[in-house]
């Protein structure tokens, strides 16, 4: 059974930083893509970032610049750093993982306001 558990949501103010985590049980994590996606308020789920096995990374032309995705596959565990937050950047994230099928994260709400 693959199951995912995210972390680090919260409240921030314009211009700060949050880390999300996200750890994978029951899967080979490091065989495997993984991905963070958004869905603000009335609006659509969104691909984030993704990184691959190899490493290499893709993001959204809207954080690009301003947020990470990393992996530590001895953890089984991927992260979003997020940086310069803005207030559109507010919304629930979600991590997920597409290995047999696809599985999803609970989501992290991440609000940025003054």
């Known amino acids: 059974q693959v199951h995912l558990v995210e972390s680090g949501g919260g409240l921030v103010q314009p211009g700060g930083s949050l880390r999300l985590s996200c750890a994978v049980s029951g899967s080979s994590f490091s065989l495997y893509a993984m991905y963070w996606y958004r869905q603000a308020p009335g609006k659509q789920r969104e691909l984030v970032a993704s990184?691959?096995?190899?490493?290499?990374?893709n993001y959204a032309d809207s954080v690009k610049g301003r947020f990470t995705i990393s992996r530590d596959n001895p953890k089984n565990t991927a992260y979003l750093q997020m940086n310069s937050l803005k207030p559109e950047d507010t919304a629930v994230y979600y991590c997920?993982?597409?290995?047999?099928?696809?599985?999803w994260g609970q989501g992290t709400q991440v609000t940025v306001s003054s």
């Open positions: 990184i691959w096995p190899s490493g290499n990374t």
């Open positions: 997920k993982h597409r290995s047999s099928g696809e599985y």
